[in-house]
């Protein structure tokens, strides 16, 4: 699975980037969904990837990481970009 992390990253890396020592990457068999700001609409992304943080998840999708969280039905609603750096988007957990 590390091949599917960007260049010089593994898990262990993500692990210890985050503080959390449990990250994993998610099965890409979901609804993965960003909202739409001032609207009730979403639109539908096709990550790539998809990285577990105790609810919160960063989910790859045209080269840009959306933070997000699990929904009960395991679905993936994303809230927002942030950006194309893993570094960032993780400091941004």
């Given at each position: ?62 080269g840009e990481w959306f933070m ?15 950006g194309p750096d893993l570094a ?6």
């Amino acid at each position: 699975m590390t091949a599917d992390l960007p260049d010089g990253w593994t898990i262990e890396r993500v692990r210890r980037a985050s503080g959390d020592a449990e990250a994993d990457l998610l099965s890409l068999e979901r609804l993965v969904v960003v909202e739409q700001h001032d609207s009730a609409d979403y639109d539908v992304l096709r990550p790539d990837l998809i990285l577990s943080f105790h609810g919160l998840c960063l989910a790859r999708a045209g080269g840009e990481w959306f933070m997000g969280e699990l929904d009960t039905d395991g679905s993936l609603i994303c809230w927002a970009s942030y950006g194309p750096d893993l570094a960032e988007a993780v400091r941004g957990l």
